[in-house]
């Protein structure tokens, strides 16, 4: 990898239903929930999903550096019909996103990490449904970011 780059990322967390989005600050120090969108199914092989293009505009609006979407692999380290899915997808916004790079990252548990974060504090039921997404990008985005900085801080000692 590169030399570290400043700038902000947008962090995803792809499901059937629903994408969970997140954001850095430029500093790549702390990762913050941003939005929930509806999955877009509809699109047809040359329209751009309504989702992607909303990613988008999230990452000219946010002036994003990068893209870090969450792989689901599965605890024993292999890559499920989810996997399969979550990169087809990941691949897709690549080809939209222009110059800006989307990055695969292992996402194992981050769903159920953000879900116990959420009910920890009194987060449940509908209103947890309603963020979980978000909270799964966060935990996705901030181990990415966390990884770099341990990576950045190796290669200086």
């Not at 962090?11 to 954001?23: C, E």
């Not at 897709?92 to 292992?106: K, Q, W």
């Not at 974060?117 to 970011?145: M, T």
């Amino acid at each position: 990898m590169a030399e570290w780059s400043r700038g902000v990322r947008l962090g995803v967390d792809v499901g059937q239903v629903r994408v969970g989005v997140s954001r850095s600050d430029p500093h790549g120090i702390l990762a913050t929930p941003l939005v929930t969108l509806a999955r877009d199914l509809t699109a047809e092989p040359d329209v751009v999903p309504a989702d992607m293009a909303e990613l988008v505009r999230l990452a000219a609006e946010h002036e994003a550096v990068g893209i870090v979407v969450g792989l689901p692999v599965n605890l024993a380290g292999k890559h499920g019909p989810a996997a399969a899915n979550v990169s087809a997808y990941a691949t897709r916004l690549a080809d939209v996103m222009g110059p800006i790079p989307v990055t695969l990252t292992d996402e194992r548990m981050s769903t159920v990490v953000a879900s116990r974060r959420l009910a920890e504090r009194g987060v449940r039921g509908k209103r947890q449904r309603a963020v979980v997404d978000q909270a799964a990008a966060v935990e996705i985005l901030q181990s990415w970011l966390d990884a770099q900085r341990r990576r950045t801080d190796d290669r200086r000692s």
